[in-house]
């Protein structure tokens, strides 16, 4: 039976983690920056190398074909890929897996002679960690940029998308232009490490997933009076930061009793100003971000925290501003494509589960112009987005292979 070659697969882990690689270990490689592009550089080598025909589209999404040059409605792909941006002190597998093991996947295929009804592609998407939008070229190639809202994109810090994208080459207010024609796309398949403990836990070595979780940010403006922080007394002060803090607590404990049990909310972006001690914080920042595999569920807590948040600046006399950032939907994925995933699984004798994601993936995009799905290998003591993020060897080949045979499925 066809099998991937692991040590080039891990040779090529460690190839690619040495762009913007940390000194104790992880990596920090945001999008359109200088480390970005010298991987992207690399991985453009590494797909030419594995015979693949290569190109980039306007959104900057970097592609390998094998059996095409394009894509075009006549001939459609057969899709797999990831991403090789991270979060900031992120692991080497989140998103790099699913490139790596697609390239593997497609280099085997053709060393062997191997041939397919249909074309294969694997695809590195941009930004799909959304330092300036959430899987951004995801999002182009399936037609969902708002060209409007291209202009005003940008980081939390403040950096505009153009700007970064300019850096790199790319004209933002073209990244549109990456939509993929109709019908160009016959099945799209994803590899990632889980990032969670589940299966880890369970001891199974591969999940099928059946349904993708929605992601909502919200910035929250809270306002008070900047004063002198030892001279006014405690009962006049209009502190944003406290009103900031006591709504951070509420938001969890009104998403962990209402969200049904599978919903989660974090606050990873918390700007104070004019963030000295001296001073009564005049104004905080935050970023609200939640979770949910269900999309009413998702609304509901979505409302009941503005709500929360009008409540509690009302109370304390301090504005409130909520402007939505980006909302992903909740997906199901293709019974087709899980069916196919459950099928290599059966050819190479390995045990799986049915796991819902609850991280935001690319194959959510592509959920909603092709049959899509993904499968997860177990990340080691469920670590991820962190520098210690890890899966065993014998559990990236176990993906592997899965994701090799999946994708002949498909192609047939
Ligand atoms: C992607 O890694 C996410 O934040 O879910
Ligand atoms: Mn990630
Ligand atoms: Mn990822």
Known sequence: MLSVSLSRLQNRVLALARFGALPGGGVTRMCWSPPYEEARTWLLSELKTAGLATWVD?????????????????????????HIDTVPEGGILDGALGVLAGLECLHVIRESGTRTARPLAVAAWSDEEGRYGSLF????????????????????????????MARAGFDAARAPQ??????AVHAYVELHIEQGPRLDEAGVPIAVVDSIVGVRRTRLVFTGQADHA?????????????AAAEYSLGARELVVERGGGRSVTNIGVVYVHPGVSNIVPGRAELVHEMRSPDPDVLERLAQACEALAREVGARRGIGVEARRMSATIPVACSAKVQA?????????????????SAAGHDAQNLALITDSGMLFIPSQG?????????????????GANVLLHTLLTLAR
Not at 58 to 82: H, K, Q
Not at 340 to 356: D, F, M, R, S
Not at 388 to 395: F, G, I, K, L, Y
Request: charged fraction near 25%; glycine fraction near 14%; include cysteine.
């Open 58 to 82: 306007p959104a900057g999404n970097v592609f390998g074909a094998l059996g095409a040059e394009d894509l075009r409605p006549g001939t459609p792909v057969v899709l797999t890929g990831s």
């Open 137 to 164: 070229g995801s999002r182009a190639f399936c037609g969902r940029l708002d060209a409007a809202a291209l202009p005003t994109m940008a980081a939390v810090d403040g950096e505009p998308l153009a700007t970064a």
């Open 178 to 183: 990456a939509r993929a024609p109709e019908g």
């Open 230 to 242: 030892g001279t006014t007394p405690m009962e006049r002060r209009r502190d944003a930061f406290l």
């Open 340 to 356: 196919a995933v459950e099928g290599a699984c059966k050819q190479l004798g390995l045990g799986w589960k049915t796991l819902y």
């Open 382 to 398: 469920g670590k991820s987005h962190r520098v210690d993020e890890t899966s065993d060897a014998a559990a990236i080949e176990r």
